[in-house]
């Protein structure tokens, strides 16, 4: 039932709202969307969108295909780790891992292996390279003696990176269960208010949910180096996520 059905709120109040509401107090308001419960979400177009599409579920993993990481270097929660799949155009996001306390790279590294995933590139961001004052040595230099190199992601701007995650997202599925910390984030990730210019600022807030976000514009700068070297035809995506009995662990 659409709210003009109800008769309960005019078409009068409606356009009213529109004039005085931001569009996410206007869809929360109306139409009770959980996605636009937080003022100035980034991403919640995009998250409604894929949610309506039932693009968010529990995701069938292809062994065929490989596994790529996208990691946001720093520590503890600082450091996060998305795994995704590029099949025919759609990017399955099959797990993500963040960092706690003290965790640091070899802890990552210790976690990505332990998954047993087939992988194919790991990606990071160019403060990979930054030198280490205690030891002179990158962090790109470390990852490599724990057996792991990545391919550094060269420097953009915040505001190019979320425009190429939002398009990004129109191709993206989730698994809900596996990615449930980053879809807890990611939901939250919002843009600063300007009381002098009354609107948002382009620049969000940078808080514990910038990881995981930027694990995902990340993936969106990207995605198009996932270049899976099986390329057999799996089929269109169809509406429906099949289940899963994949464990990596196992």
């Not at 308001?29 to 409604?48: N, P």
């Not at 693009?55 to 292809?62: H, K, Q, S, T, V």
């Not at 992988?119 to 057996?147: C, V």
Request: aromatic share 12%; charged share 30%.
């Amino acid at each position: 039932m659409t709210v003009n059905d109800t008769e309960v709120i005019s078409q009068e109040e409606i356009e009213n709202s529109k004039k005085t509401m931001s569009q996410e107090e206007y869809m929360q308001e109306l139409y009770c969307s959980f996605e636009s419960t937080v003022k100035g979400a980034v991403y919640a177009d995009e998250l409604r969108r894929a949610r309506s599409e039932n693009r968010i579920g529990i995701l069938p993993f292809y062994s065929d295909h490989k596994v790529y990481t996208v990691w946001d270097i720093g520590v503890g929660q600082a450091l996060a780790v998305g795994f995704y799949q590029r099949i025919n155009g759609i990017i399955y996001m099959i797990d993500y891992w963040e960092g706690s306390e003290n965790n640091g790279i070899d802890q990552a590294v210790l976690i990505v292996n332990r998954k047993q995933y087939n992988y194919g590139k790991h990606f990071a961001p160019h403060d990979i390279n930054t030198r280490e004052i205690s030891t002179g040595k990158t962090r790109l230099d470390y990852a490599k003696r724990l057996g792991l190199e990545f391919t550094v992601i060269s420097p953009n701007k915040v505001d190019d990176g979320i425009q190429a995650g939002k398009f990004m997202f129109n191709r993206l599925m989730i698994d809900e269960e596996k990615c449930s910390l980053w879809l807890d984030a990611i939901s939250d990730y919002k843009r600063k208010w300007d009381n002098r210019r009354n609107m948002y600022k382009e620049v969000p807030y940078h808080n514990w949910t910038s990881h995981a976000a930027d694990v995902h514009r990340y993936a969106a700068i990207v995605e198009d180096k996932m270049n899976d070297d099986y390329n057999q035809d799996i089929g269109g995506w169809t509406g429906e996520i099949p289940e899963s009995s994949f464990d990596p662990y196992d």
